[in-house]
């Protein structure tokens, strides 16, 4: 006899904040919103009551989604810091190039 296994299904941080929102924001029942997304009711209970209790110790826990976020923005700040410091060498450059020639001009 041959059974096939059931694959665990994955769900992203972001699907978990967005489904935990849906309960929150909109009053409706657990259950009603898991059988909505087609997720386990137990499931949504867990993710709703571990978000509560991030919440009531005061823990602000970034999530993945903030978490990549800050990765990308930190990266950016730093390509935009590169480009800056280029423009900044390259202005001085063209400064020291036009006033050497303004130089010669006038001799």
Same mark, same amino acid.
Request: glycine share 4%.
């Given at each position: 006899?041959?059974?096939?296994a059931?694959?665990?299904? @994955?769900? $992203?941080?972001?699907?978990?904040?967005? %489904?935990? =929102?849906?309960?929150?924001?909109t &009053?409706?029942?657990?259950? +009603?919103?898991?059988?909505?997304?087609?997720?386990? @009711?137990? $499931?949504?209970?867990?993710?709703?009551? %571990?978000? =509560?209790?991030?919440?009531?110790? &005061?823990q602000t826990?970034? +999530?993945?989604?903030?978490?990549?976020?800050l990765?990308?923005?930190?990266?950016?700040?730093?390509?935009?810091?590169?480009?800056?410091?280029?423009?900044?060498?390259?202005?001085?450059?063209?400064?020291?190039?036009?006033?050497?020639?303004n130089?010669?001009?006038?001799?």
């Open positions: 006899m041959f059974t096939m059931r694959s665990r299904r @994955e769900f $992203t941080p972001e699907y978990k904040d967005e %489904a935990v =929102k849906l309960v929150l924001t &009053g409706r029942a657990v259950a +009603t919103v898991a059988r909505e997304l087609g997720i386990n @009711e137990a $499931t949504l209970g867990r993710w709703v009551s %571990a978000f =509560k209790a991030r919440n009531e110790t &005061g826990e970034v +999530t993945e989604s903030e978490r990549a976020e990765l990308r923005l930190r990266k950016e700040n730093a390509d935009l810091k590169m480009d800056r410091a280029f423009l900044k060498k390259a202005s001085i450059f063209f400064a020291q190039e036009a006033s050497d020639t130089e010669k001009r006038s001799n």
